[in-house]
């Protein structure tokens, strides 16, 4: 012990004797831990943490076709016709969306086209009002419905 506490004395007075190599190691070493710090932050989040679904890990997305996915008359056949999977459900990204408020602003948000058995399948609730009814989901453009969630 009494040979650390005099390596860090020495160390102490060789780092204060050369400020300017002091203050470069400092902020070397910052921005590392820093950098790190948030490349792990994002990795964490978007791959290692489960998705707050229910039974996140039994989710498969599949996407064939010419442009990457189902038409929606496929997809409910599959939807119908499935034996292999418990639940199917049918999603479209879009582009950001305007959402028009009664005090007139019109921020633009990310949307997306979903079948109406999306969220029952995904096992989340809606804590203020209801999600899609399945009634909502046979007649194309019939009603547009609308799903807005807060992400905290």
Known sequence: MRTFIQDLRYGLRMLLKRPVFSLVAVITLALGI?????????????????LPVRE?????????????????????????HNKSFAALAAHYSTAPLDLATPDGDSP??????????????????ASLGRFFSPDEDTVPDRGRVAVIIHVS
């Open 34 to 50: 820093g950098a790190n710090l948030t490349i792990f932050s994002f990795v964490d989040t978007m791959f290692r943490r489960p």
């Open 56 to 80: 996140p890990y039994q989710l498969v997305t599949a996407g064939l076709g010419r442009d990457g996915g189902f038409a929606y008359p496929a997809y409910t056949y599959f939807r119908d």
């Open 108 to 125: 633009m948000l990310n949307g997306a086209v979903v079948s109406a058995n999306y969220f029952s399948m995904l096992g989340v609730n």
